[in-house]
């Protein structure tokens, strides 16, 4: 169990540029979930995946962003065109689950993405 | 938006005394987990209680779950320098979601709360 990874660390990016953020689960977990957080506030919810299946996603997930986890192994969160208000860390976390008890089943979070759009 | 609410949200000891963290909710869950965090890092998950269940113990961690209160509490015992950090709780509810049109599952959706900020002196 090497843990969740999560690529870059730190993004700093001006307004309007895009930017791609990349998260490698535990390799047996199934299910992955992107979080938001911002300075002094708990993770906020963005977007689930079941294998490859994007399940679920926030209504704070704007046009501007997207998410993939092709193959149902790594996932990707891109923004496009981003503001200053996307300035936040960015985290991705991940769970196994396949009985029907599985939704007692804690997280795993990575160290997060954090990204400042100037 | 945040479901969950923290109380205190700054908690400042001595190290050796014990920490009290309070967290309110609002709708129905079917857990509630506690997660640590130190500044700049991810989430750690600490402890899971299911609805069902009224305390538990890890430790030198003890969780409480008032359900007909809608509140939980984390109790830190013999607390050290190296328990500072943030704490949040987290409402765990099991939701279920339409695959393709022609069948469902379901997963486990945490909802955080603000944090406790717990600072522990030497």
């Known amino acids: 169990d090497t843990g969740v990874s999560q690529n870059p660390r730190h993004k700093i990016t001006k307004r309007g540029q895009n930017v791609t953020f990349r998260c490698d689960p535990i390799?047996?977990?199934?299910?992955l979930y992107w979080y938001r957080q911002t300075l002094g506030q708990g993770p906020e919810f963005l977007t689930y995946?079941?294998?490859?299946?994007?399940?679920?996603k926030s209504r704070l997930l704007s046009d501007r962003f997207s998410a993939e986890r092709p193959k149902g192994s790594f996932s990707t969160l891109e923004i496009q065109r981003t503001e200053q208000g996307d300035s936040a860390m960015y985290l991705c976390a991940s769970s196994f689950g396949r009985t029907a008890d599985s939704y007692n089943s804690p997280l795993h979070f990575g160290n997060g993405t954090r990204l400042t759009v100037t | 938006s945040q479901q969950g609410e923290e109380d205190p949200q700054a908690l400042s000891i001595q190290e050796g005394e014990n920490a009290t963290m309070n967290c309110s909710y609002k709708?129905?869950?079917?857990?509630l987990q506690w997660y640590r965090q130190n500044s700049g890092r991810g989430l750690v998950h600490l402890i899971l209680i299911r609805s069902n269940e009224r305390e538990k113990h890890s430790g030198r961690l003890r969780v409480t779950l008032d359900t007909s209160k809608k509140s939980s509490s984390l109790l830190i015992t013999a607390s050290r320098a190296a328990d500072t950090a943030s704490y949040f709780c987290?409402?765990?509810?099991?939701?279920?979601?339409?695959?393709?049109?022609?069948?469902?599952?379901?997963?486990?959706?945490?909802?955080f709360g603000q944090g406790t900020i717990l600072t522990v002196h030497p």
């Open positions: 709708t129905s869950i079917n857990n």
């Open positions: 995946f079941q294998n490859e299946a994007q399940l679920e």
């Open positions: 390799s047996e977990h199934n299910r």
């Open positions: 987290a409402r765990g509810q099991k939701v279920l979601v339409v695959v393709r049109g022609v069948g469902g599952t379901s997963y486990g959706k945490l909802t």
